[in-house]
């Protein structure tokens, strides 16, 4: 026993930094957590790509201290803390990547790919297309307003509706007198964004 918790422990410290940036990706964005061994496979892909960032620093280090110029010396700590370092920004960078679809949009520019960042096409179609909507409710009631937090998937979650305003059936506006409704996912049938983008907004 002893001995496969040796063995387990270096893995394990081995590991962390792609731990650490899939927690920061899963945890700062919209993305469903895949399941165990997702995570394990995303886990080691993102330290595969520390690890190697790690060693060409060290590497630029050890070069620019041959040269001269040495400020300390290239140990575990130093190895330590570079891989926090890289493990931080790699799952920023993630982060920044999915959520700006600017990756994506690039790649759809030169015919690479049809698919944004975003983790469905409910979610990319409220950040692509910022505009008033009107939800059609469960009880043929609609709501009109500006969306400002909706439901990362359709089936569960609240919208928030700012400035709300209750549709007639020639559509006229009955504002609720409210600045912010809050209405579940679950009471919505189906959401039609306005043709109008608010400039303001």
């Known amino acids: 026993m002893d001995d496969l918790v040796k063995d387990v422990?270096?893995?394990l410290q081995y590991l962390i930094p792609g731990f650490l940036t899939a927690w920061i990706f899963y945890s700062l964005t919209a993305f469903k957590r895949?399941?165990?061994?997702?995570q394990?496979?995303?886990?080691l892909i993102f330290t595969f790509v520390v690890h190697g960032v790690v060693l060409a620093i060290g590497e630029l280090c050890l070069w620019v201290g041959s040269k001269g110029l040495a400020i300390g010396k290239w140990d575990a700590k130093a190895e330590a803390f570079w891989s926090f370092m890289i493990s931080v920004l790699l799952g920023l960078l993630s982060c920044c990547l999915a959520t700006s679809d600017k990756l994506h949009s690039w790649l759809r520019s030169r015919d690479i790919t049809e698919q944004t960042?975003?983790?469905n096409e409910w979610y990319s179609t409220f950040?692509?297309?910022p505009r008033f909507v009107v939800l059609h409710l469960n009880d043929e009631r609609r709501l009109y307003g500006w969306p400002s937090e909706w439901p990362n998937e359709p089936a569960q979650g609240q919208f928030v509706i700012q400035n709300p305003a209750w549709l007639d059936e020639r559509g006229g506006q009955n504002h609720c007198g409210?600045?912010?409704l809050v209405i579940d996912a679950s009471k919505v049938q189906w959401v039609e964004f306005d043709q109008e983008i608010e400039d303001e907004k």
């Open 40 to 43: 394990i496979v995303q886990a």
């Open 34 to 38: 895949p399941d165990t061994f997702g």
């Open 117 to 119: 960042s975003y983790p």
């Open 9 to 11: 422990i270096p893995l």
């Open 178 to 180: 409210a600045q912010f």
């Open 127 to 129: 950040s692509r297309y």
